[in-house]
Protein backbone atom coordinates (compact mmCIF):
# COMPACT_ATOMS: atom_id res chain seq x y z
CA UNK A 1 0.00 0.00 0.00
CA UNK A 2 1.54 3.58 -0.95
CA UNK A 3 0.51 6.41 1.01
CA UNK A 4 0.20 9.30 -0.80
CA UNK A 5 1.23 13.07 0.96
CA UNK A 6 -0.44 15.90 -0.33
CA UNK A 7 -0.48 18.58 2.26
CA UNK A 8 2.00 19.78 4.71
CA UNK A 9 1.90 21.36 8.11
CA UNK A 10 4.77 22.17 10.67
CA UNK A 11 5.06 20.92 14.41
CA UNK A 12 6.14 22.86 17.02
CA UNK A 13 9.10 23.25 16.20
CA UNK A 14 9.03 24.49 12.71
CA UNK A 15 9.57 20.76 10.76
CA UNK A 16 7.60 20.24 7.69
CA UNK A 17 5.49 17.22 8.14
CA UNK A 18 3.54 15.29 5.89
CA UNK A 19 -0.27 14.47 5.78
CA UNK A 20 -0.95 11.13 4.04
CA UNK A 21 -4.28 10.06 2.35
CA UNK A 22 -4.95 6.84 4.37
CA UNK A 23 -7.27 4.41 2.67
CA UNK A 24 -10.20 3.59 4.67
CA UNK A 25 -10.72 0.29 6.20
CA UNK A 26 -11.94 -2.57 3.93
CA UNK A 27 -15.05 -4.23 5.02
CA UNK A 28 -14.58 -7.18 6.88
CA UNK A 29 -16.28 -10.19 5.59
CA UNK A 30 -19.51 -11.24 7.65
CA UNK A 31 -18.20 -15.19 7.85
CA UNK A 32 -15.58 -13.82 10.06
CA UNK A 33 -17.89 -11.89 12.70
CA UNK A 34 -18.89 -13.38 15.77
CA UNK A 35 -22.73 -14.29 15.72
CA UNK A 36 -22.44 -14.29 19.60
CA UNK A 37 -20.69 -12.55 23.02
CA UNK A 38 -16.93 -13.47 23.23
CA UNK A 39 -17.10 -14.68 26.83
CA UNK A 40 -14.86 -12.85 28.48
CA UNK A 41 -15.22 -12.08 32.65
CA UNK A 42 -16.91 -9.39 33.55
CA UNK A 43 -14.82 -7.63 36.26
CA UNK A 44 -14.02 -3.84 37.07
CA UNK A 45 -10.68 -2.32 36.33
CA UNK A 46 -9.23 -2.75 39.95
CA UNK A 47 -9.32 -6.13 39.73
CA UNK A 48 -7.84 -6.75 36.52
CA UNK A 49 -5.31 -4.20 37.50
CA UNK A 50 -4.20 -6.32 41.08
CA UNK A 51 -4.91 -10.10 39.15
CA UNK A 52 -1.24 -8.39 36.41
CA UNK A 53 -0.02 -6.96 39.80
CA UNK A 54 0.25 -10.15 41.28
CA UNK A 55 1.27 -11.74 38.32
CA UNK A 56 4.38 -9.65 37.86
CA UNK A 57 5.41 -10.32 41.36
CA UNK A 58 5.91 -13.86 40.03
CA UNK A 59 8.66 -12.70 38.01
CA UNK A 60 11.92 -12.29 39.65
CA UNK A 61 13.97 -9.85 38.06
CA UNK A 62 17.02 -7.78 38.57
CA UNK A 63 15.81 -4.62 39.68
CA UNK A 64 13.93 -6.53 42.82
CA UNK A 65 17.49 -8.11 44.21
CA UNK A 66 20.46 -9.75 43.01
CA UNK A 67 20.87 -12.05 39.97
CA UNK A 68 23.94 -14.01 39.60
CA UNK A 69 23.57 -16.02 36.67
CA UNK A 70 26.31 -17.37 35.04
CA UNK A 71 26.87 -16.35 31.64
CA UNK A 72 23.93 -14.06 31.28
CA UNK A 73 25.16 -11.16 32.55
CA UNK A 74 21.77 -10.04 34.29
CA UNK A 75 23.33 -6.65 34.91
CA UNK A 76 20.61 -3.49 36.17
CA UNK A 77 19.41 -1.58 33.37
CA UNK A 78 19.81 2.04 33.85
CA UNK A 79 15.73 3.68 33.36
CA UNK A 80 17.52 6.49 31.45
CA UNK A 81 17.44 3.97 28.70
CA UNK A 82 13.92 3.31 28.86
CA UNK A 83 13.16 7.03 28.82
CA UNK A 84 15.08 7.10 25.69
CA UNK A 85 13.67 4.41 23.75
CA UNK A 86 10.45 6.03 24.38
CA UNK A 87 11.01 9.49 22.90
CA UNK A 88 7.87 10.29 20.71
CA UNK A 89 10.08 10.72 17.91
CA UNK A 90 11.38 7.27 18.32
CA UNK A 91 8.40 5.80 19.31
CA UNK A 92 5.74 7.20 17.15
CA UNK A 93 8.04 5.77 13.74
CA UNK A 94 6.55 3.31 11.22
CA UNK A 95 8.99 1.20 9.54
CA UNK A 96 7.35 1.40 6.69
CA UNK A 97 7.74 5.32 6.63
CA UNK A 98 9.23 6.98 3.36
CA UNK A 99 13.21 7.59 4.06
CA UNK A 100 12.86 10.94 3.08
CA UNK A 101 10.41 13.13 1.17
CA UNK A 102 10.31 16.35 -0.32
CA UNK A 103 10.18 18.69 2.55
CA UNK A 104 10.85 16.33 5.32
CA UNK A 105 13.14 13.87 7.01
CA UNK A 106 10.87 11.67 8.34
CA UNK A 107 13.19 8.02 9.39
CA UNK A 108 16.55 9.98 8.50
CA UNK A 109 17.52 10.28 12.77
CA UNK A 110 16.44 6.28 13.00
CA UNK A 111 18.54 5.65 10.38
CA UNK A 112 21.52 7.64 11.06
CA UNK A 113 20.89 6.01 14.91
CA UNK A 114 21.33 2.25 13.56
CA UNK A 115 24.55 3.82 11.21
CA UNK A 116 26.05 5.42 14.21
CA UNK A 117 25.72 2.14 16.27
CA UNK A 118 26.51 -0.32 13.74
CA UNK A 119 30.14 2.21 13.65
CA UNK A 120 30.13 2.04 17.40
CA UNK A 121 30.17 -1.86 17.62
CA UNK A 122 32.57 -2.32 15.14
CA UNK A 123 35.15 -0.26 17.03
CA UNK A 124 34.30 -1.96 20.30
CA UNK A 125 34.81 -5.28 18.38
CA UNK A 126 37.40 -4.14 15.60
CA UNK A 127 34.88 -5.76 13.20
CA UNK A 128 34.67 -3.89 9.70
CA UNK A 129 30.61 -3.37 9.85
CA UNK A 130 27.58 -4.75 11.17
CA UNK A 131 24.06 -5.51 10.56
CA UNK A 132 21.74 -4.76 13.72
CA UNK A 133 19.06 -7.41 12.20
CA UNK A 134 19.37 -10.07 14.77
CA UNK A 135 17.01 -10.28 17.52
CA UNK A 136 18.67 -12.39 20.11
CA UNK A 137 22.37 -13.71 20.74
CA UNK A 138 21.54 -16.99 19.38
CA UNK A 139 19.49 -15.55 16.42
CA UNK A 140 22.69 -13.60 16.03
CA UNK A 141 24.56 -17.01 16.16
CA UNK A 142 22.48 -17.98 13.52
CA UNK A 143 23.19 -15.15 10.88
CA UNK A 144 26.66 -15.57 11.85
CA UNK A 145 26.97 -19.21 10.59
CA UNK A 146 24.43 -18.68 7.45
CA UNK A 147 27.21 -15.86 6.54
CA UNK A 148 29.85 -18.32 7.30
CA UNK A 149 27.86 -20.77 4.72
CA UNK A 150 27.25 -18.10 2.43
CA UNK A 151 30.87 -17.53 2.34
CA UNK A 152 32.38 -21.14 1.58
CA UNK A 153 29.52 -21.92 -1.39
CA UNK A 154 30.60 -18.66 -2.83
CA UNK A 155 34.32 -19.71 -2.49
CA UNK A 156 33.24 -23.34 -3.68
CA UNK A 157 34.60 -24.47 -0.45
CA UNK A 158 32.76 -28.00 0.42
CA UNK A 159 32.50 -27.79 4.01
CA UNK A 160 31.05 -30.33 6.54
CA UNK A 161 31.45 -29.41 9.78
CA UNK A 162 32.03 -26.93 12.89
CA UNK A 163 33.88 -26.86 15.53
CA UNK A 164 33.11 -26.16 19.18
CA UNK A 165 34.46 -26.48 22.72
CA UNK A 166 32.48 -28.42 25.14
CA UNK A 167 32.23 -25.96 27.53
CA UNK A 168 30.26 -23.88 24.44
CA UNK A 169 27.13 -22.43 24.80
CA UNK A 170 23.97 -25.03 24.12
CA UNK A 171 22.83 -22.37 21.44
CA UNK A 172 26.29 -23.14 19.45
CA UNK A 173 25.77 -26.63 18.27
CA UNK A 174 22.00 -25.30 17.46
CA UNK A 175 22.82 -22.60 15.40
CA UNK A 176 25.34 -24.60 13.01
CA UNK A 177 23.05 -27.69 13.14
CA UNK A 178 19.82 -25.62 12.02
CA UNK A 179 22.75 -24.29 9.24
CA UNK A 180 23.02 -27.71 8.09
CA UNK A 181 26.26 -28.51 9.88
CA UNK A 182 27.60 -31.29 11.66
CA UNK A 183 28.41 -30.57 14.80
CA UNK A 184 32.05 -31.51 15.99
CA UNK A 185 33.08 -31.26 19.92
CA UNK A 186 36.54 -30.60 20.83
CA UNK A 187 37.31 -30.91 24.50
CA UNK A 188 38.55 -28.69 27.33
CA UNK A 189 42.37 -29.04 28.80
CA UNK A 190 43.31 -29.41 32.21
CA UNK A 191 43.85 -25.83 32.30
CA UNK A 192 40.26 -24.80 31.37
CA UNK A 193 41.61 -23.83 27.51
CA UNK A 194 40.33 -25.39 24.60
CA UNK A 195 42.71 -28.01 24.24
CA UNK A 196 45.20 -27.16 21.03
CA UNK A 197 46.12 -30.76 20.42
CA UNK A 198 42.86 -32.28 20.14
CA UNK A 199 41.82 -29.32 17.98
CA UNK A 200 45.08 -30.66 15.46
CA UNK A 201 42.99 -33.74 15.33
CA UNK A 202 39.37 -32.48 14.11
CA UNK A 203 40.68 -29.32 12.16
CA UNK A 204 40.41 -30.51 8.14
CA UNK A 205 39.45 -29.06 4.69
CA UNK A 206 36.46 -29.48 5.55
CA UNK A 207 35.87 -27.61 8.50
CA UNK A 208 33.39 -24.29 7.73
CA UNK A 209 34.85 -22.73 11.55
CA UNK A 210 35.02 -22.43 14.81
CA UNK A 211 32.93 -20.84 17.27
CA UNK A 212 34.48 -20.04 20.45
CA UNK A 213 33.64 -17.85 23.54
CA UNK A 214 36.54 -15.70 25.00
CA UNK A 215 36.65 -15.66 27.90
CA UNK A 216 35.09 -19.06 27.65
CA UNK A 217 32.63 -20.46 29.88
CA UNK A 218 34.86 -21.13 32.98
CA UNK A 219 35.72 -17.31 33.06
CA UNK A 220 38.87 -17.62 31.25
CA UNK A 221 40.16 -15.95 28.75
CA UNK A 222 41.64 -17.95 26.10
CA UNK A 223 45.28 -17.25 26.22
CA UNK A 224 46.27 -19.47 23.20
CA UNK A 225 43.86 -17.45 21.02
CA UNK A 226 46.41 -16.50 18.08
CA UNK A 227 47.65 -20.08 17.61
CA UNK A 228 43.76 -21.48 17.49
CA UNK A 229 43.04 -18.77 15.02
CA UNK A 230 46.13 -19.94 12.85
CA UNK A 231 45.35 -23.23 12.61
CA UNK A 232 42.01 -22.55 11.86
CA UNK A 233 42.70 -20.14 8.77
CA UNK A 234 45.35 -22.62 7.48
CA UNK A 235 42.34 -25.39 7.38
CA UNK A 236 40.77 -22.86 5.20
CA UNK A 237 38.10 -22.07 8.12
CA UNK A 238 36.74 -19.09 9.85
CA UNK A 239 36.53 -17.85 13.78
CA UNK A 240 32.89 -17.06 15.02
CA UNK A 241 32.96 -14.97 18.55
CA UNK A 242 30.35 -16.18 20.27
CA UNK A 243 29.60 -12.97 22.52
CA UNK A 244 27.87 -13.42 24.95
CA UNK A 245 31.28 -12.93 27.14
CA UNK A 246 31.67 -9.67 25.56
CA UNK A 247 31.45 -7.62 29.11
CA UNK A 248 34.76 -8.97 30.05
CA UNK A 249 37.20 -7.46 28.10
CA UNK A 250 35.28 -4.36 26.59
CA UNK A 251 38.08 -1.66 25.66
CA UNK A 252 40.74 -4.58 26.77
CA UNK A 253 40.73 -6.94 23.75
CA UNK A 254 38.87 -6.74 20.64
CA UNK A 255 37.81 -10.11 19.02
CA UNK A 256 38.63 -8.37 15.08
CA UNK A 257 42.15 -8.18 16.66
CA UNK A 258 42.40 -11.83 18.30
CA UNK A 259 41.58 -13.54 14.93
CA UNK A 260 38.50 -13.54 14.59
CA UNK A 261 36.20 -13.40 11.58
CA UNK A 262 32.46 -13.09 12.44
CA UNK A 263 31.10 -11.77 16.01
CA UNK A 264 27.66 -11.34 17.71
CA UNK A 265 26.75 -9.31 20.24
CA UNK A 266 24.47 -9.40 23.57
CA UNK A 267 23.32 -6.18 23.44
CA UNK A 268 20.93 -7.54 26.03
CA UNK A 269 23.69 -8.69 28.28
CA UNK A 270 26.98 -6.46 27.93
CA UNK A 271 25.03 -2.98 27.14
CA UNK A 272 22.28 -2.94 29.49
CA UNK A 273 19.00 -3.29 27.69
CA UNK A 274 16.28 -6.11 29.28
CA UNK A 275 17.06 -9.52 29.17
CA UNK A 276 15.12 -12.23 30.20
CA UNK A 277 11.71 -13.50 29.76
CA UNK A 278 11.96 -14.36 25.95
CA UNK A 279 13.24 -11.11 25.18
CA UNK A 280 13.41 -8.88 23.55
CA UNK A 281 16.73 -9.10 22.49
CA UNK A 282 19.41 -7.64 19.91
CA UNK A 283 22.10 -9.68 18.83
CA UNK A 284 24.17 -7.40 16.02
CA UNK A 285 26.49 -9.56 14.04
CA UNK A 286 29.56 -7.85 12.79
CA UNK A 287 31.77 -9.30 9.93
CA UNK A 288 35.33 -8.71 8.01
CA UNK A 289 35.40 -6.63 5.01
CA UNK A 290 35.20 -9.84 3.20
CA UNK A 291 32.19 -10.94 4.63
CA UNK A 292 29.99 -7.74 4.12
CA UNK A 293 28.42 -8.67 0.68
CA UNK A 294 26.70 -11.51 2.51
CA UNK A 295 25.08 -9.43 5.64
CA UNK A 296 21.39 -9.40 5.38
CA UNK A 297 19.59 -6.83 3.85
CA UNK A 298 18.47 -3.82 3.97
CA UNK A 299 21.59 -2.18 4.58
CA UNK A 300 22.01 1.48 5.90
CA UNK A 301 24.01 3.30 4.17
CA UNK A 302 25.34 7.37 4.12
CA UNK A 303 24.84 9.01 0.75
CA UNK A 304 27.00 11.78 -1.24
CA UNK A 305 24.68 14.67 0.42
CA UNK A 306 25.29 13.35 4.40
CA UNK A 307 21.49 11.65 4.41
CA UNK A 308 20.72 7.93 5.09
CA UNK A 309 19.35 5.01 3.17
CA UNK A 310 18.44 1.64 3.24
CA UNK A 311 20.51 -0.15 0.30
CA UNK A 312 18.78 -3.68 -0.84
CA UNK A 313 21.09 -4.30 -4.04
CA UNK A 314 22.90 -6.95 -2.77
CA UNK A 315 22.99 -9.90 -4.92
CA UNK A 316 24.96 -12.33 -2.77
CA UNK A 317 23.37 -11.10 0.57
CA UNK A 318 21.85 -14.37 2.87
CA UNK A 319 18.71 -12.01 2.62
CA UNK A 320 16.36 -11.27 5.26
CA UNK A 321 16.73 -12.56 8.66
CA UNK A 322 14.00 -10.75 10.39
CA UNK A 323 11.09 -8.06 9.87
CA UNK A 324 12.37 -4.54 9.36
CA UNK A 325 15.95 -3.81 11.30
CA UNK A 326 15.84 -6.13 14.32
CA UNK A 327 14.39 -5.08 17.66
CA UNK A 328 14.45 -0.77 16.90
CA UNK A 329 13.57 -0.37 20.75
CA UNK A 330 16.77 -2.44 22.10
CA UNK A 331 19.07 -0.54 19.87
CA UNK A 332 18.42 2.96 20.57
CA UNK A 333 18.98 1.79 24.73
CA UNK A 334 22.32 -0.06 23.78
CA UNK A 335 23.46 3.16 21.64
CA UNK A 336 22.39 5.18 24.77
CA UNK A 337 24.03 3.24 26.84
CA UNK A 338 27.14 3.85 24.99
CA UNK A 339 27.47 7.26 24.52
CA UNK A 340 26.22 7.72 28.38
CA UNK A 341 29.14 5.37 29.58
CA UNK A 342 31.71 7.10 27.10
CA UNK A 343 35.19 4.62 26.03
CA UNK A 344 36.25 4.89 29.50
CA UNK A 345 33.17 3.74 31.18
CA UNK A 346 32.79 0.49 29.17
CA UNK A 347 36.88 -0.27 30.18
CA UNK A 348 35.63 0.44 34.02
CA UNK A 349 31.94 -1.55 33.89
CA UNK A 350 34.73 -4.69 32.52
CA UNK A 351 36.93 -4.09 35.30
CA UNK A 352 34.64 -3.53 37.88
CA UNK A 353 32.89 -6.83 37.09
CA UNK A 354 36.17 -9.09 36.62
CA UNK A 355 37.16 -7.72 40.28
CA UNK A 356 33.53 -8.47 41.41
CA UNK A 357 33.87 -12.16 40.16
CA UNK A 358 37.36 -12.38 41.63
CA UNK A 359 36.67 -11.17 44.80
CA UNK A 360 33.13 -13.71 45.46
CA UNK A 361 35.63 -16.49 44.28
CA UNK A 362 38.44 -15.90 46.88
CA UNK A 363 35.33 -15.78 49.45
CA UNK A 364 34.22 -19.09 48.81
CA UNK A 365 37.29 -21.00 47.51
CA UNK A 366 37.27 -22.49 51.34
CA UNK A 367 33.70 -24.24 51.34
CA UNK A 368 33.26 -24.81 47.43
CA UNK A 369 35.42 -26.99 45.55
CA UNK A 370 37.15 -24.56 42.79
CA UNK A 371 37.60 -26.92 39.91
CA UNK A 372 39.68 -24.03 37.70
CA UNK A 373 41.50 -21.70 40.85
CA UNK A 374 43.27 -19.53 38.95
CA UNK A 375 42.32 -15.91 38.75
CA UNK A 376 39.29 -15.35 36.33
CA UNK A 377 37.67 -12.75 34.16
CA UNK A 378 33.83 -11.72 34.51
CA UNK A 379 32.31 -15.26 35.66
CA UNK A 380 33.74 -18.09 37.56
CA UNK A 381 32.80 -21.78 38.19
CA UNK A 382 32.55 -23.65 41.65
CA UNK A 383 31.53 -27.37 41.78
CA UNK A 384 29.28 -28.64 44.53
CA UNK A 385 31.02 -32.07 44.96
CA UNK A 386 32.10 -31.62 48.33
CA UNK A 387 28.30 -30.89 49.16
CA UNK A 388 27.03 -33.77 46.53
CA UNK A 389 28.62 -36.14 49.19
CA UNK A 390 26.22 -35.56 51.82
CA UNK A 391 23.59 -35.20 49.79
CA UNK A 392 23.07 -31.58 48.97
CA UNK A 393 23.59 -31.31 44.91
CA UNK A 394 24.12 -28.34 43.22
CA UNK A 395 19.88 -27.48 42.25
CA UNK A 396 19.77 -28.38 45.97
CA UNK A 397 21.79 -24.85 46.55
CA UNK A 398 20.05 -23.24 43.73
CA UNK A 399 16.87 -24.21 45.00
CA UNK A 400 17.71 -22.95 49.16
CA UNK A 401 19.16 -19.33 47.46
CA UNK A 402 14.97 -18.65 46.36
CA UNK A 403 14.33 -18.89 50.16
CA UNK A 404 16.96 -16.09 50.60
CA UNK A 405 15.99 -13.60 48.14
CA UNK A 406 18.09 -14.17 45.62
CA UNK A 407 17.74 -15.76 41.84
CA UNK A 408 20.24 -18.96 41.37
CA UNK A 409 23.58 -18.81 39.29
CA UNK A 410 23.65 -21.17 36.28
CA UNK A 411 23.74 -24.94 37.81
CA UNK A 412 25.49 -27.64 35.57
CA UNK A 413 26.75 -25.51 33.00
CA UNK A 414 29.59 -25.81 31.57
CA UNK A 415 28.96 -29.56 31.09
CA UNK A 416 32.54 -30.46 31.86
CA UNK A 417 32.12 -29.40 35.69
CA UNK A 418 30.25 -32.01 37.74
CA UNK A 419 27.93 -30.44 39.84
CA UNK A 420 28.99 -26.94 38.54
CA UNK A 421 27.39 -23.44 39.68
CA UNK A 422 28.47 -20.94 37.55
CA UNK A 423 28.41 -17.23 39.08
CA UNK A 424 28.43 -13.73 36.93
CA UNK A 425 28.15 -10.72 39.66
CA UNK A 426 28.34 -8.31 36.57
CA UNK A 427 30.02 -4.95 37.40
CA UNK A 428 26.70 -3.49 38.75
CA UNK A 429 26.42 -4.64 41.97
CA UNK A 430 27.84 -3.02 45.21
CA UNK A 431 30.43 -4.47 47.83
CA UNK A 432 27.73 -5.08 50.53
CA UNK A 433 25.24 -7.18 47.96
CA UNK A 434 28.46 -9.09 47.19
CA UNK A 435 28.69 -9.94 50.79
CA UNK A 436 25.40 -11.03 51.60
CA UNK A 437 25.50 -13.18 49.09
CA UNK A 438 29.06 -14.66 49.98
CA UNK A 439 27.48 -14.91 53.36
CA UNK A 440 24.79 -16.70 52.18
CA UNK A 441 26.47 -19.14 50.12
CA UNK A 442 28.94 -19.53 53.13
CA UNK A 443 25.75 -20.54 55.45
CA UNK A 444 24.58 -22.88 52.98
CA UNK A 445 27.69 -24.62 52.96
CA UNK A 446 27.96 -25.59 56.49
CA UNK A 447 24.12 -26.42 56.72
CA UNK A 448 24.91 -28.75 54.16
CA UNK A 449 27.31 -30.54 57.20
CA UNK A 450 25.06 -30.36 59.06
CA UNK A 451 21.92 -30.82 57.93
CA UNK A 452 21.55 -32.20 54.55
CA UNK A 453 18.20 -33.63 54.72
CA UNK A 454 16.64 -29.99 55.01
CA UNK A 455 17.75 -28.96 51.84
CA UNK A 456 14.49 -31.20 49.60
CA UNK A 457 12.33 -28.67 51.07
CA UNK A 458 13.35 -25.70 49.50
CA UNK A 459 12.17 -23.68 48.38
CA UNK A 460 9.58 -22.95 51.12
CA UNK A 461 8.47 -19.12 50.12
CA UNK A 462 7.19 -19.92 46.56
CA UNK A 463 3.58 -20.52 45.65
CA UNK A 464 4.17 -23.79 44.22
CA UNK A 465 5.87 -26.74 46.10
CA UNK A 466 9.02 -28.32 44.22
CA UNK A 467 8.56 -30.46 41.70
CA UNK A 468 9.83 -33.86 40.82
CA UNK A 469 12.60 -32.69 38.53
CA UNK A 470 13.16 -36.57 37.03
CA UNK A 471 9.02 -36.55 36.68
CA UNK A 472 9.30 -33.78 34.97
CA UNK A 473 11.90 -34.52 32.22
CA UNK A 474 10.23 -37.79 32.09
CA UNK A 475 6.36 -37.33 32.14
CA UNK A 476 5.56 -34.34 29.52
CA UNK A 477 1.82 -34.48 31.38
CA UNK A 478 1.91 -30.75 33.06
CA UNK A 479 -1.30 -31.68 35.01
CA UNK A 480 0.84 -34.36 36.77
CA UNK A 481 3.80 -32.10 37.65
CA UNK A 482 2.33 -30.49 40.67
Same mark, same amino acid.
Given at each position: ???????????? =?????????????? @???? +???????????????????????????????????????????????????? +???????????????????????????????????????????????????????????????????????????? =? !????????????? $?????????????????????????????????? !??????????????????????????? +???????????????????????????????????? !?????????????? $??????????????????????????????????????????????????????????????????????????????? @????????????????????????????????????????????? $?? !???????????????????????????????????????????????????????????????? +?????????
Amino acid at each position: MELIFKKSKKDR =RGTILPKCDVPPAQ @KINQ +KYLRTIESKLPNVSEPEVVRHFTNLAKLNFNVDENFYPLGSCTMKYNPKFLE +KAATMKYFSDLHPLQPQIIKGGMLTQGALELIWNLENLLSEITGMDEFTTHPMAGAHGELTGVMLMAAYHKQKGNR =R !THIIIPDSGHGTN $PASAAIAGYEVKSVKTSAKGLLDIEELKKILNEE !TAGLMLTCPNTLGIFESQIKEISDLTH +KAGGLMYYDGANLNAIMGKARPGDLGFDIVHLNLHK !TFATPHGAGGPGSG $PVGVKKYLTEFLPISRVVKRADGTFALDYDKPLSIGYISPFYGNYGVLIKAYTYILLMGKQGLIDASENAVINANYIKS @KLKNYYDIPYPENCLHEFVISATKQAEKGVHAIDIAKALIDKGIH $PP !TVYFPLNVKEAIMIEPTETESKETLDEFINIMIELSLLAEKNPDIFKNFPKTTSVSRLDEVKAA +KDMNLASLA
